[in-house]
């Protein structure tokens, strides 16, 4: 016969399992109103977490290719760029949740990518830039350019029509130092083809085919600041970031990474009387 004693630890460790869910197992919004969830964003985000979590849910209903993806792996990504403090928004171009297809998984992930803008951002928040920038440059705008010396002399006036031929790259440091790159439209596009993933080497994908000229002007600036400019242990972070890359797993790794995540999840109440503005500003922290 069992004592009360036994039966009230009965029924804590099941009320204790009722609450440990897989993560793999809620939807997006449910993940991110989880005590985990919430706890790991206020860490690296402080009182700034809500509302880059309400950013993120709303990046997140707006996009049906993102839909897809493995919750998981969308929150992963986007702590990447709360962890960098980058807007999430992919109009803005600083940072971009991107989903891709794992062919072992047989599902969509979700990768951090960073745009130009971040890189851009991360570059003056060491303060020794004293000037940075990246420019598309149209047919007619370019005078010369010379590859040795790298003089480069522009017209941006000139411009005989929108056809863009080419990207520009510049820094200056607070020390003096100074670099200019040029890339033509053809060298960016067979850097593209050379370490496109994809079985057609030639084709678009995601924000290469959304926004060609980003994601351009991206690799000049990334390749400028790679080899001549200052990286401060953010930046290496972020360009190590941005160079992972979604490979493929062996039997080994597949075993592993189907290891599910198990977190801490009350069910939320119901309520007709909420709507779905008033959730979100209840889940994540928002007064009403």
């Not at 745009?115 to 420019?135: D, E, H, M, W």
């Not at 067979?190 to 993933?197: E, P, Q, V």
């Not at 030639?202 to 400019?229: I, Q």
């Amino acid at each position: 016969m069992a004592t009360n004693s036994a039966l009230k630890n009965q029924l804590a460790n099941k009320k204790e399992a009722t609450n440990q869910v897989s993560a793999q197992s809620l939807g997006l919004k449910s993940l991110l109103g989880t005590p985990t969830m919430k706890k790991k964003f206020e860490q690296v985000l402080d009182k700034k977490a809500p509302q880059f979590m309400a950013s993120l849910l709303n990046l997140y209903n707006g996009d049906p290719n993102l839909q897809a993806a493995e919750p998981m792996s969308i929150v992963s990504s986007s702590m990447v760029a709360a962890a960098l403090d980058l807007p999430i928004d992919k109009n803005l171009g600083y940072a971009w949740i991107v989903p891709f297809y794992d062919s072992k998984k047989g599902c969509k992930v979700a990768q951090f990518q960073l745009g130009y803008k971040g890189y851009i951002q991360l570059a003056l928040r060491t303060g020794q830039y004293k000037a940075i920038n990246v420019i598309p440059v149209q047919e007619g705008e370019l005078i010369k350019w010379n590859r040795l010396t790298e003089e480069i002399e522009l017209d941006l006036n000139a411009a005989s029509s929108d056809k863009v031929i080419g990207y520009c790259g510049y820094f200056k440091l607070i020390n003096g130092f100074e670099k200019t790159v040029y890339w033509t439209r053809d060298e960016v596009e067979a850097h593209r083809i050379k370490h496109n993933k994809a079985k057609d080497k030639k084709s678009l994908n995601n924000v290469w085919r959304s926004d060609y000229d980003a994601m351009a002007m991206k690799t000049v600036l990334r390749n400028m600041l790679g080899k001549w400019g200052i990286l401060s242990i953010e930046m290496q972070t972020a360009f190590a970031e941005d160079e992972r890359e979604i490979k493929d797993i062996t039997p080994e790794e597949e075993d592993k990474s189907n290891e599910e995540d198990i977190i801490d999840y009350v069910p939320p109440e119901e309520s007709s009387s909420k709507d779905e503005k008033s959730d979100i500003q209840q889940d994540f922290g928002f007064e009403g």
